[in-house]
């Protein structure tokens, strides 16, 4: 993972060469290369890749932040998220085991042989598939040493965090589907092979737009967030073949399709159902920190 730490002088009154001073002691930073470096306001920008490093530089600002201040931003790529979604699972077994009892124990239910047992646990399955896809993007958002926090995570941060969101996501898809639903039917009796066309493109499209989906819902704390965000992504549908975004997207179709193939054909086999609940749990956390970077990229968009 890359990570990028811009340090910058805390007022105006700390010389510019203190920050390549420091540099030179924390990083053995070439003092001269740094001052190339330097911008106009004392600020300069370096790239780490391991979380020693980080710590070490984080540390030492500690000791002087009286005088800088340390700002750090995360460069994940969609393979780095694909390594560290199961770092995480590795590093707390705690979350992932009481993660899939919840999810398996739910799914036993759906098979119920009563239609409405049936009903209602499809639909705290979704709920659930929600609270952590959403708790995820604002995981990756905030922590700046996503592997060391990860084990520090409860299932009830993630209840406490999303439930409201993940509520409305809910009711916004299915609202959304209905509608859009309705008119696919409509283009179906009119244009007829067209019409069905159509709709397979439609759901081809939704399913590669789901990590914005995700991390729109993820914007802000609230049912709003979550109802809205399937409906943004039409406003939005530019945007989702831009540049920004198109590897994401093409990486989250190709990935969780051979995904849920390999976890449906392991849950067959009963014996194979933990792999299966682990295999879908990485694919909650990769969906979640794909959902981060697209709305990385699209703030970074704006910025520029």
């Known amino acids: 993972m890359q990570i990028k730490i811009t340090i910058l002088p805390k007022h105006d009154e700390v010389p510019k060469e203190f ?26 920008s370096v790239f780490v890749y391991d979380y020693n490093t980080l710590y070490k530089l984080k540390r030492l600002g500690e000791r002087y932040s009286n005088f800088l201040e340390i700002r750090i931003e995360k460069n994940f790529t969609p393979e780095d998220l694909f390594k560290l979604s199961f770092k995480f699972i590795k590093g707390n077994v705690e979350f992932s085991f009481k993660w899939g009892s919840l999810v398996f124990v739910t ?36 922590s700046e040493y996503p592997e060391e926090d ?28 209905l509608i859009l639903g309705l008119l696919l039917l ?9 019409g069905w066309i159509l709709l397979g493109l439609s759901i081809l499209w939704f399913l ?34 831009s540049a920004n975004y198109i590897k994401i997207g ?11 193939i390999v976890g449906i054909l392991l849950a067959a086999t009963i014996v194979g159902i933990p792999l299966a609940l682990m295999i879908f749990l990485w694919l909650t956390i990769y969906s979640g920190g794909l959902a981060y970077l697209s709305l990385k990229a699209f703030e970074d968009e704006r910025n520029t």
């Open 186 to 194: 409509l283009f179906i009796f009119l244009l007829k092979e067209a």
């Open 150 to 177: 990860f084990k520090k995570v409860k299932l009830s941060d993630a209840f406490r965090c999303c439930s409201s969101n993940a509520f409305g996501l809910m009711l916004g898809m299915l609202a959304f589907w």
């Open 107 to 142: 799914a036993l239910f759906s098979f119920s042989s009563y239609q409405i047992i049936s009903v209602i646990s499809s639909f705290i399955q979704n709920f659930i598939q929600n609270v952590f896809s959403i708790f995820f993007v604002k995981f990756f958002k905030i």
């Open 19 to 44: 920050i390549c001073q420091f540099l030179e002691t924390a990083l053995k930073m070439d003092f001269e290369e740094c001052k190339k470096l330097q911008l106009s306001d004392g600020s300069v």
């Open 208 to 241: 590669y737009v789901y990590p914005f989906i995700i991390g729109l819902a993820s914007k802000g704390s609230g049912f709003s967030y979550g109802f809205f965000a399937p409906f943004k992504t039409i406003f939005s549908f530019s945007k989702t073949f």
């Open 250 to 260: 093409t990486y989250w179709l190709f990935v969780s399709a051979i995904a849920i």
